[in-house]
């Protein structure tokens, strides 16, 4: 029987800790963390995500707030929003809850929010201090994964590691950091790793799957991850996150891995909902406190 | 027989069109492009490499000088002299030749180069943007393989390549533009990539290199790639530059690759010296004239 790994227990644990030690830091600072989210138009699937991490940011102690936005804003006025954030010394942390509507650039909107308060790690500037191994705001998804992989015990030193999905959130940056040297001020994994994506041809994909020991889909493609296509007792972690409908018309979330299959071969799997997703807010939280930390030092 | 893929040639090409380039250029400008390399020691190896790069900067028309300074400098000083080179707006790249001497922090030293004069590409903010598939300086050695590979017609789109060595200036920036989407403003090359390094054991090494239509190394690991670790047809790119002593006490370069027998099963191979190396330095050439007409603009 695989080890089903329990996300939203792990969560729970880290805001556990973390509301400790803000209550902790409180007694020697003025104010709260906090955070603002930047959300633009009404998608349900975004007000969603939002609302948890609102609440999250309740549960653990940072003081947090949705600044909501039409959908009709253009990219400068909405960078100008981001503008004033950045200004505000009230606000630690700011995240714009992607995506964007289509007229605005997405690259340009992670650009504008100033390095010190980008508690997703979406700024160039981050990503390039991530590349390098130095200290900086790694985005969520991303400290995650690693999260989960070391409370779990699973072993990635000297390991194979497939990585489905070259995402510049996710795919790239959890790469970068699986394979580089563990002796670096942001510490790498050590893994042997191998990026895979929509151009991989199939039969190459399942190549370097059955080779790996661990297998981490972020393709947004429901089911890619097949029991043929996993080495018995390997790890396999599910990034997928596919808003689907029921046939009672409710939505359901559906992951990349054909779990309930794919559970006979793996030895530690996370599901969906309940793996990657709720560590994923856990992170952003320590991302906020870190912020206040820095901007209240 | 394989083809030997001559860099030589290919930086003369590359280096003539850029001298005609540079020639129509200074037509309508005031002054030639400008590059500074900051020598620190006296590393025969640097001050022939440093030299090198003048050579070339004379014959396509870039003014060129060589900033010296003893081994003994501290690393503020060395910052403080970067930094008035930042200022001086008749340099348009700037690059500190590596390794600087132990006590000073090689990261640090290329985070102070003013990033729109940093022709190496070493900055953390054109790491990030790299990263992102922005336009941005790219570190001359990635340029130099790209060219290597697209003037040969190597084709990447979809096929395995492994990069051996995950060093922040070569094989991490190249592994990132190898696996990347080719629809961006720096554009990728679209291969399925595995990044292989110290840590990988050598059966799982060559395992992967079995795999690939593409084996680039890039670890100063004398002959690593053996001839039974490549598969019939691929092309394999020696980034490799290990400078060893011949029996009559010659310098004598030696790369990555056990050229003389991987070159009965590779269809192409670079060799060393001669291979990559005269093509970074053309690129940087490039990457200087860029960084002129960017300043010049």
New interface residues.
């Given amino acids: 029987m695989p080890q089903i790994i329990n996300g939203r227990n792990i969560a729970n644990e880290i805001q556990d800790d973390l509301r400790a030690d803000i209550s902790e830091w409180l007694k020697t600072n003025k104010r709260n963390p906090s955070l603002v989210a930047v959300l633009v138009g009404d998608d349900p699937a975004s007000i969603k995500y939002v609302e948890k991490k609102m609440e999250a940011a309740k549960y653990v102690g940072i003081d947090s707030k949705i600044e909501k936005l039409p959908d009709t804003i253009s990219e400068s006025e909405l960078i100008s929003k981001i503008n004033h954030l950045n200004e505000d010394v009230s606000v630690d942390g700011i995240l714009v809850q992607l995506p964007v509507p289509e007229h605005i650039s997405e ?1 340009n909107v992670c650009n504008a929010v100033n390095p010190i308060k980008d508690v997703d790690g979406f ?12 200290d900086t705001f790694v985005p969520c998804t991303v400290l995650a994964v690693i999260e989960l992989l070391k409370r779990t015990g699973v072993e990635t ?2 390991k ?1 590691i497939v990585v489905c999905g ?1 995402s ?1 959130h996710i795919g ?2 959890l ?2 950091l699986l ?3 563990a002796r670096n001020q942001l510490p790498g994994l ?1 893994a ?6 929509r ?3 199939p039969e ?2 399942r ?2 799957t059955k ?1 790996a020991d661990i297998v981490i889909s972020a393709t947004g493609v429901v089911h890619l991850i097949k029991e043929d296509m996993v080495k018995q007792g390997a790890c396999v972690v599910d990034i997928g996150m596919t808003r689907t409908k029921t046939q009672e018309g409710k939505v359901k979330l559906v992951g990349d891995v054909d779990f309930e299959n794919v559970k006979n071969v793996a030895e530690y799997i996370t599901p969906v909902p309940g793996g990657v997703g709720p560590v994923t807010v856990a992170m952003l939280m320590k991302n906020t406190f870190k912020a206040a930390k820095i901007h209240l030092s």
């Fill in positions: 690259r700024h160039f500037s981050n990503a390039g201090k991530l590349c390098l191994n130095m030193f000297a194979n070259r510049k790239l940056p790469s970068i394979h580089s040297d050590e042997t790793v191998t990026m895979c994506h151009n991989t041809p190459q994909l190549v370097f080779l």
